[in-house]
C-alpha cells in the first residue's frame, strides 16, 4: 500500500509490474491457489483499496460462500501465511524489478513494496566471515542506511536533510551540479548531431501475447498446457537482460518495441505452437513452430529452447539492439550488449570488459563481466597446472560480483565451479540452483551446468532422475539451435559425455557452428577445434586412446571437477 495518497499511481505501476514477474515464476506455477490469491490482492492494492480484511481474502479472494464464519474457518489465515512464505521464496533467488519487493506486514492482508532488507530481512545474503569488506556492507545495510541495491533508505534520507549540510558540502555539491548542467548540455548536443544515434540506457519493453484456440481450449489439461507455455514466456521475457517485460495495458508512451506472440492451435499435422517476434511497427521479424508430439514436458522444453534463441545474449532481440550502438557503447547496457555481442563473435573481450569496469564499476552488469575476468584468471591458472580453489585471486572477483548481483547467473556458475572442484558439492548446491534458475535464456550455461554438476550427484536412484531431466533438456536444446555459437557447442558436447549418451554427442557434433573465422579470440578457435576432436573420439576408440593425453588436458580447461571429467572420458572409451 502506498504511504501517501499522491504515490498512490506510482505505487499502483510498480506494484502491478511486480506482480506480474512474481506470477510468471516457478515458485507461484506450482501454488495456483497462491497465484489467485496474490493475483486478487494485487488488483485491490492496484486500485488503493485499503478495506481489504479476512472476509474479503475468503470470500472474494479465495471463494468462499458469503456466510464464511471468520472465527471458525482458518483457511484465508493460513493461506495468507503460506503466500508470505511464497513471497520470500521467490525473493530468495529472483531480483525485484524497482529494488522494491513485494509484503505483507504480519496481521496484514493489503500488499506493500519496500527494499528487500526491510522487507525480508532474514534472506539468504553472500557473506563470508573473512571478508571484512563485505561484513561491513552487511552492517550497513543492516542499521538501515542503505537499501540492498545500495540507495539511501527513505529513514536515512529524512536523517540526513534533517543534519544540514556544511558549507565546504554546500560548496562541493555546487561543483557537482554544475559539472552535471554541462555534461547534460554536451549530452544533448552529442545525441542531437546527424551521425550519432542516443545511448541505450536499458532493455527494450517486450510485450507478451498467447492466444489459444483448438486444442489448447479442448479440456482442463491443454488448458493448463497453455498456461505452463505462458507461464514460461513470461520468465524467459521477465529474466533476460535484453527485455523488459511490458504491462499487458501499456500506454500509448510506453508501447513496446517488441511483442513475442506465441499461437496456441492446430497446425497441419496437429496442435502446435507457432512463435513470432514483432516490432513496434508490425513487421514480423521471427517465426518457428513446435509441435505438440511425444512428452509433454518435451514440447515445453522446446518452447523454452526456442524462446532462449530469441531473448538470449547473442539473440534476435540482443543482435538488434547492438544495432543501434553507435561505435562505442555509452551506457553500462551498452557495455552488456558489445561484450556478449563480441564473444559470439570470436572477438576477444578481455580489453572490452576492463573498459566497462572502469567506466561502470557499480552497475549491476558488472557482476557479469567481474565474471568474465574470473573465469579467464582460472583458465590461466589451470593451464599453469595450478589446482583452482578459493584462495585464488580470481575467486575474489567472484566474491565482488556476487556482493553486487548474488543471483548472477554467470557468477553464481562459476562459484559451483569452484566449489565442485574443491569437492564442496553441498557448498556448491545453493550456487547451482541460482544458476540453473536465473540462465533460462543462457542455452550455453545450462550446457555447462549440466556438463559439470554430474560429479556431485552420487545417489543412483536421484542419478537416473537428474539425468533423465538433463538429457531431455539437452536435446531440446539441440533441437531447438540448429547452428549454435561454438560455445554451445563444445558445451552440449560434454554434457551429452558427462551423462553418457554418445547419441547425443552425435547430434551435437553434425550441428554446424555459427563462427568468425576472422575474429582475433584464440580461445574460441581453440574451442571449436576441441570440440571437433570430441566429435571424432566419440566414435572412434583408437582415436580416443591414442589422442586421450591430449583430451584429457583440455579437458581440464572446461570441466574442472574430476569425477565429472572420468565420466567424460569413460564415456569416449567404450
Known sequence: MADKDSDQSEFSKLLAEECTRILASDVFARAPVQSKLLSFLCAKG???????????VAVDGL????????????????????????????YASHRSAHSLCVYIKPGEYGLRLASRDLAYPSLFKYNEQSDDNAAAIAKTAQSGAVSQNGEPTPEAAKTGMAQGFSTTTKVALASIIFAAVLLFYASMQ?????????????????????????????????????????????????????????????SADTIPSYTVRIDLGDGLTGPEATIFLIDKADTELFQTSVE????????LRRVNAALAGLMGPSGMVANREVAQIDSEPRSAYECQLMIENERAQGTSIADRVESCLQSYPDDKHAASWLSRKAMGMFFSQIAQGDPVTVESEAWQLIRRALAIDEYNPYANFIAAKVRIAEGNCEAAQVFLERARDR????????????????????????????????????????????????????????????MGRADLVTMA??????????????????????????????????FFRTNRGRIETKLRIYIWN?????????TLDE
Not at 69 to 75: P, T
Not at 233 to 238: L, P
Not at 454 to 476: D, K, P, V, Y
Not at 519 to 542: M, P, R
Request: proline residues 6%; hydrophobic residues 35%; aromatic residues 6%.
Open 562 to 570: 574430476e569425477s565429472a571429467r572420468e565420466k567424460v572420458l569413460e
Open 439 to 498: 540462465s533460462k535464456s543462457y542455452p550455453t550455461l545450462i550446457a555447462a551446468t549440466y556438463a559439470e554438476s554430474g560429479g556431485c550427484i552420487s545417489n543412483a536412484e536421484t542419478l537416473e532422475t537428474s539425468m533423465q531431466e538433463q538429457r531431455a533438456e539437452i536435446l531440446a536444446l539441440i533441437e531447438t539451435n540448429p547452428m549454435p555459437p561454438v560455445p554451445l557447442r563444445t558445451n552440449l558436447i560434454l554434457a551429452g559425455l558427462s
Open 46 to 56: 492496484v486500485e488503493g483499496d485499503t478495506s481489504i480484511n479476512q472476509y474479503i
Open 292 to 299: 505438440v508430439s511425444g512428452e509433454r514436458e518435451r514440447f
Open 509 to 542: 557434433g553434425e550441428l554446424p557452428v555459427s563462427y568468425n573465422p576472422n575474429g582475433d579470440d584464440q580461445g574460441l578457435a581453440e574451442a571449436l577445434s576441441f570440440s571437433n576432436e570430441l566429435q571424432k573420439a566419440n566414435g572412434d576408440v583408437a
Open 63 to 90: 471463494g468462499r460462500h458469503e456466510d464464511y464464519n471468520v472465527d471458525s474457518d482458518s483457511y484465508p489465515r493460513v493461506q495468507m501465511s503460506r503466500l508470505r512464505s511464497n513471497l520470500a521464496s521467490y
Open 190 to 250: 552529442y545525441n542531437s548531431h546527424p551521425d550519432h544515434k542516443p545511448a541505450l540506457s536499458g532493455p527494450p519493453k517486450v510485450a507478451l501475447e498467447v492466444p489459444r484456440s483448438g486444442y489448447f481450449n479442448s479440456n482442463d489439461r491443454n488448458r493448463q498446457l497453455a498456461a505452463n507455455v505462458e507461464r514460461l514466456a513470461r520468465n524467459q521475457i521477465a529474466e533476460s537482460f535484453v527485455s523488459n517485460l511490458a504491462m499487458l495495458d501499456t
